[in-house]
């Protein structure tokens, strides 16, 4: 009996403890609080991409203007052949460095010896839309070689050539006539064996020096110089050439047969080529005959 009263007394013991828990309870703070919830970070927005800028324009390169075209100029001058004998003509020619315009260009042409070589004008004219043009160079009688200068000019330009002229070279042409017998017939005249034999080159060429004849018989030579175009046949001690030499007959007329060569010398030691021919000498019953 007194464990079930214990039992009760204890059992309502703790329905005592109880309620007075619950009617302080409202009262009361939790021991331990309970911890807030984190906040949920904002979400970060997506970086606005930059706009891609326009493409600056390439400028249009301003056009340079074509500059105007340079005027014509001499730019060459040229001589061709630039050695010529006397009495021979040369060619100019003239280069411009560009066309002529309309009504051509006139360049003026000078000598430095127009006793020698001259233009066969004073000027030349390069036709409109030509660049080039060519004149003649006339040479005169010349008793010596030259160098002569031809200027060709136009405005601040001038131009220089050379043309060297010659003398002409000796040709040698001549004739032997006899005063009793005539051409290539010549005769002694006396025991000393002089001649009538006359020497005539007047019909040669070139500005000579010396007329050097050569008279052969067999094989033996003379020569004889001379410095004029007309002379007499000289030999020094003519008997011994004449003499005992073969002899031709002409109608009972005894005659030796001999060879007259002639070469010329000019004035700058120039010697023309030989020319030569027959001439018969009439003995005349001279120098042993």
Excluded: W
Aim: glycine share 6%; net charge negative; aromatic share 6%.
């Amino acid at each position: 009996m007194l464990r079930s009263t214990t039992h009760v007394l204890c059992a309502g013991l703790l329905v005592l403890t109880l309620g007075f828990v619950m009617a302080c309870g409202s009262d009361s703070s939790p021991t331990t609080p309970t911890p807030s919830p984190a906040p949920v970070p904002a979400p970060t927005p997506a970086p606005t991409p930059a706009p891609t800028p326009a493409p600056t324009p390439t400028p249009v390169p301003t056009p340079v203007p074509t500059p105007p075209p340079e005027p014509a100029a001499l730019s060459a001058f040229t001589i061709s052949p630039t050695r010529v004998q006397s009495q021979q003509e040369a060619t100019g020619t003239v280069t411009l460095t560009t066309a002529a315009p309309s009504g051509g260009i006139s360049i003026e042409l000078s000598t430095s010896d127009r006793d020698f070589a001259r233009p066969a004008s004073s000027t030349v004219t390069v036709p409109a839309g030509a660049t080039t043009a060519t004149f003649r160079i006339e040479t005169t009688t010349v008793g010596e070689s030259k160098d002569i200068q031809i200027t060709a000019r136009y405005l601040n330009v001038a131009i220089n050539q050379i043309l060297r002229v010659t003398i002409t070279p000796p040709v040698a042409r001549f004739r032997v006539t006899g005063t009793a017998k005539g051409e290539d017939k010549c005769s002694l005249t006396n025991a000393n064996g002089d001649t009538d034999c006359r020497l005539d080159a007047s019909t040669s060429a070139g500005a000579i020096r010396f007329y050097i004849y050569t008279y052969s018989i067999g094989g033996s030579n003379v020569t004889d110089g001379k410095t004029d175009r007309v002379g007499d046949l000289e030999v020094p001690n003519a008997c011994d050439f004449f003499k005992e030499r073969s002899t031709s007959d002409d109608n009972g007329e005894k005659y030796i047969s001999m060879e007259v060569a002639l070469v010329l010398e000019d004035r700058e030691g120039t010697r023309s080529s030989r020319s030569s021919k027959n001439v018969r000498v009439y003995v005349n019953g001279y120098c042993g005959y």
